[in-house]
C-alpha cells in the first residue's frame, strides 16, 4: 500500500467512525445554543454582577471565592480567603463549586471571570456572582472596606 492509498483509507475510516457521531454533536452544539439563549432572554440586566463596595467586610465570609485566574498570578497576590480555580476549568471543576452559599469569582479586569460566570450560570449554578473589575478594581477600592470607604465618600 503506498502512502497515498494509507492516507485515504485512514480518512475513510475516520469518516465512518465519525458519521454516526456528528448529529449527536450536532444535536448536543444546538441544545447548548437554546440553553444559553434561554438564560439571556431571561437574565436581569447586568448578569449577576456585583461591586466590591457593594459587599459589606462582614458579609465576606459568607462567600466561597473564587480566583480564576492561573495559579502563577494566584500565588503571588489574592484575595484572602480565595481559592484558585482557573476560569476556563469551572465546568470540568463543578463538583467542587458549593451550591448552597453565595460564591463570588473574579481575575484581573473581570473578562475572563464573566465568561466563567456564564457557563457556570447557563450549567445552573444561580448562585454565582461576578466581581465587576476584578481583583485590580477590588484592591483600588480599598478591599473588604470597599463598602465602608464608599459610605464615608457619600456622606
Known sequence: MNKTTQVLATLTLAAALLAPVTPVLADNKMIA???MEAYLDFVEYGGAVIFAEQIPREEWPNFHVIDARDATQYAQDHIPGAVNLEWRRVLAERDAIPTGQPVLIYCNTGSLSAQAG???RVAGFDNVLILQ???????????????????????
Open 33 to 35: 445554543i437554546d440553553e
Open 118 to 120: 456564564f457557563a457556570l
Open 133 to 155: 473589575g476584578g481583583f485590580e478594581e477590588w484592591k483600588a477600592k480599598g478591599g473588604f472596606d470597599a463598602s465602608e470607604r464608599m459610605t464615608r465618600q457619600g456622606e
